[in-house]
T-cell receptor, first 116, second 111 residues
Framework: GAVVSQHPSRVICKSGTSVKIECRSLDFQATTMFWYRQFPKQSLMLMATSNEGSKATYEQGVEKDKFLINHASLTLSTLTVTSAHPEDSSFYIC????????????FGPGTRLLVL | GQQVMQIPQYQHVQEGEDFTTYCNSSTTLSNIQWYKQRPGGHPVFLIQLVKSGEVKKQKRLTFQFGEAKKNSSLHITATQTTDVGTYFCAGTKRSQGNLIFGKGTKLSVKP
């Protein structure tokens, strides 16, 4: 089946630094990737939709200058949390929609970010 | 905006008992999907329902999509400890629209 990887799986950083998270579709082409954020015991909240070769579409309330998204190829999207603060600590999950199966999203394993 | 409500938030059952989680949307959905997230894990796709009144089964799991395409349910027969996790429903308003997730139902199973 379709596999999505995320790197890193865990990251601890100091306040004020930037963190880049990679999301890769390993065995399929993903024209669209999604970035979610999940707080403990909460549901997934869509942050942005990333389309290959174009600008990401951000959900209301998500700062595009703080959460930079790049989708340079059909298999890779990156999320950069700029000038991270403790309140940015969360579980970030990406998902990818396969070009040939637009109805299904495959989720990556997630990245746990802790900002000290 | 579009909301997807899911109940109950938590469910504790004895192993062997049945379990049901319900999902309701304020608007008609194009399709609804169900995901399972194990503790510490990521959501894993279970199934998608598209047709009005559709019923699908996966072993002990039965998924239903309402006639009005506004509600859905997941029923697990004779729960096992391996069923532990949080079950999320997620709906889309358009055929390739973004998923709107419910808050999930956390299932715990006592052996």
């Amino acid at each position: 089946g379709a596999v999505v990887s995320q790197h890193p799986s865990r990251v601890i950083c100091k306040s004020g630094t930037s963190v880049k998270i990679e999301c890769r579709s390993l065995d399929f082409q993903a024209t669209t990737m999604f970035w979610y954020r999940q707080f403990p015991k909460q549901s997934l909240m869509l942050m942005a939709t990333s389309n290959e070769g174009s600008k990401a579409t951000y959900e209301q309330g998500v700062e595009k200058d703080k959460f930079l998204i790049n989708h340079a190829s059909l298999t890779l999207s990156t999320l950069t949390v700029t000038s991270a603060h403790p309140e940015d600590s969360s579980f970030y999950i990406c998902s990818a929609r396969e070009l040939k199966r637009q109805e299904t999203q495959y989720f990556g394993p997630g990245t746990r970010l802790l900002v000290l | 905006g579009q909301q997807v409500m899911q109940i109950p938030q938590y469910q504790h059952v004895q192993e062997g008992e049945d379990f049901t989680t319900y999902c309701n949307s304020s608007t008609t959905l194009s399709n609804i999907q169900w995901y399972k997230q194990r503790p510490g894990g990521h959501p894993v796709f279970l199934i998608q329902l598209v047709k009005s009144g559709e019923v699908k089964k996966q072993k002990r799991l039965t998924f239903q999509f309402g006639e009005a395409k506004k509600n859905s349910s997941l029923h697990i027969t004779a729960t096992q400890t391996t069923d532990v996790g949080t079950y999320f429903c997620a709906g889309t308003k358009r055929s390739q629209g973004n998923l709107i997730f419910g808050k999930g139902t956390k299932l715990s199973v006592k052996p």
